[in-house]
Nanobody, 115 residues
Framework: QVQLVESGGGLVQPGGSLRLSCAAS????????MYWYRQSPGKERELVAL????????KYADSVKGRFTISRDNAKSTVYLQMNSLKPEDTAVYYCYSRIVRDYWGQGTQVTVSA
């Protein structure tokens, strides 16, 4: 069965960095685009970044452009989100997502940016 498992979240000070990972299994990872979303309390889930199957095309939310980088390792069936220059407003639960016939979400990983 399809599984998406995020890791790498935590507490970081403003200006710091974190790298999130999403390990995928149960499908042909290299054939599918992968996405990172986030959700803060009281807000709708929002798209943060996406990467096409080959990794040749990436897109970002305006709020994270220049600070976050999405990448993937198809040999390891893993997608990453490198987050630099973190701000308090980046605090959220971050989710890995893909659509393989239907929507699949990971369980989420908490990122807290606070002094």
């Amino acid at each position: 069965q399809v599984q998406l498992v995020e890791s790498g979240g935590g507490l970081v000070q403003p200006g710091g960095s974190l790298r999130l990972s999403c390990a995928a299994s149960g499908f042909s990872f290299s054939r599918y685009s992968m996405y990172w979303y986030r959700q803060s309390p009281g807000k709708e889930r929002e798209l943060v970044a996406l990467i096409f199957s080959t990794g040749s095309i990436t897109k970002y939310a305006d709020s994270v452009k220049g600070r976050f980088t999405i990448s993937r390792d198809n040999a390891k069936s893993t997608v990453y989100l490198q987050m630099n220059s973190l701000k308090p407003e980046d605090t959220a639960v971050y989710y890995c997502y893909s659509r393989i016939v239907r929507d699949y979400w990971g369980q989420g990983t908490q990122v807290t940016v606070s002094a």
